[in-house]
């Protein structure tokens, strides 16, 4: 028998303990990833900065479950995206199978004054959530700034919203609701912006800590707010 089962425990008790942890320690993320073709030249780097994140997931205890939303622009007719995975699902725990959806992301269409539909997609992407907690996190990469208004995205608790953007983007009025480490809403908290340029640039260490250090603080509270 496996050495991951204790013989003198009921076997149907140890595999709900299992089925329990899985799902306690289950870490959703949505990459919402601008598909337009302004995006070209920086592409192949945001592949490789999603492909670093879900490289160091693999460093920690926690079970991911991996979406892509892709950001259009709808005032030009071309409607955000939203990928499903293997059996019609928004989330994929094979990292494979996500990073060749991310790969094969058609680049068109955009607007002309550098503006796309940044607030619908990450609405999208939330809608996509099956449920509300601190172990829910998006990561927006975009060379845009939003097309509309700016809306509040209060209804699904996150743990954590990391932006590449322009500097434009960051001055925008973003309103999130997110969760503590100890199941509280956090008043204070706020999105995380990179700056998207230095994805065009060979990635120092620092920056590189930069991307996983919120990585890390959401995961020490993965397990709570599920």
């Given at each position: ?41 920086v ?18 205890e ?75 996190a ?32 960051s ?56």
């Amino acid at each position: 028998m496996n050495e991951r089962w204790n013989p003198e425990i009921p076997l149907d008790i140890q595999e709900k303990f299992v089925r329990e942890k899985e799902q306690a320690f289950t870490l959703y993320l949505d990459f919402v990833v601008d598909g337009t073709a302004s995006m070209y030249s920086v592409f192949p780097a945001v592949y490789y900065a999603a492909a670093h994140f879900l490289e160091c997931l693999q460093k920690y205890e926690v079970y991911p479950q991996v979406g892509l939303t892709i950001i259009r622009n709808e005032k030009n007719g071309e409607e955000t995206e939203r990928i499903l995975f293997e059996n019609q699902n928004y989330f994929t725990g094979e990292i494979p199978v996500f990073l060749k959806k991310l790969k094969g992301i058609q680049l068109y269409g955009g607007g002309s004054d550098g503006k796309e539909s940044v607030h619908t997609a990450i609405a999208r992407s939330l809608e996509k959530f099956p449920i509300s907690g601190r172990n829910r996190a998006i990561f927006v990469f975009t060379d845009a700034y939003g097309s509309n208004d700016y809306e509040e995205y209060l209804d699904s608790p996150l743990g954590q919203v990391i932006f590449f953007s322009t500097e434009e983007m960051s001055e925008e009025d973003f309103r999130f609701c997110f969760i503590r480490a100890d199941g509280e809403l956090d008043e204070e908290a706020s999105p995380m912006f990179l700056d998207f340029e230095k994805l065009l640039k060979p990635m120092s260490t620092e920056f590189l800590d930069n991307i996983v250090k919120p990585l890390k603080d959401l995961m020490k509270g993965v397990s709570i707010g599920a």
